[in-house]
């Protein structure tokens, strides 16, 4: 990420209402999709960058970009599942697989609950009559940012709008990012 984002930790300023300066933070707000206890919480993370904001902040630089069966590049345009693959891989330099379901059902993710999502986390759906046949972001607030279809480009939508809530599949984190290693289903699952 462009060191121009600096991640705040605790206690920053910035974390303490909207008049920070963070670009992210200032997209969000403008667009009207922040939940400022969900991004604080997932930006606010001590000396270490937080791995879900990394993530949020890799697929929210993505916003706009068209989408492309098949594409896995910000040059090229993106698939709902090469653009997940693609902001793993470039926020945390993890590898997941390259389908949808096959991420759903990845070793290494835990299974998420709509009412225990975070951002960060993988949100799957069902849009062709089949499970996990859709997948996005979770970006806090209830919305998710995702390639959605031929036509369209990267975006946010609500997660609680009919098509999606109805849709909906289930979330998956990675595990090692569950509270108190609740779920943790061990192992080195995901290719680092």
């Known amino acids: 990420m462009p060191a121009a984002w600096p991640v705040p930790t605790a206690g920053d300023p910035a974390l303490d209402g909207p008049d920070d300066d963070d670009p992210v933070l200032s997209l969000l707000r403008a667009r009207g999709m922040l939940d400022e206890p969900d991004v604080h919480r997932a930006r606010a993370s001590g000396a270490n960058p937080d791995p879900a904001a990394e993530l949020v902040l890799a697929a929210m630089s993505f916003l706009d970009t068209p989408y492309l069966w098949g594409g896995a590049s910000a040059e090229t345009g993106f698939d709902c599942s090469g653009f997940t693959r ?10 997941l697989p390259r389908r949808s379901a096959e991420q759903a059902r990845a070793p290494g993710l835990a299974h998420v609950a709509r009412a225990e999502l975070r951002p960060g986390d993988l949100v799957f759906f069902n849009t ?12 806090g607030d209830g919305r998710f940012v995702h390639a959605p279809r031929r036509g369209a480009q990267v975006r946010v939508e609500n997660l609680r709008a009919r098509y999606w809530a109805s849709r909906f599949d289930g979330g998956r984190r990675v595990a090692g990012w569950l509270p108190d290693g609740a779920g943790d289903i061990g192992g080195e699952a995901l290719a680092r």
């Open 86 to 95: 693609h902001v793993f891989a470039t926020a945390l330099g993890m590898s």
């Open 128 to 139: 062709l009559r089949r499970t996990f046949s859709h997948v996005g972001l979770y970006v």
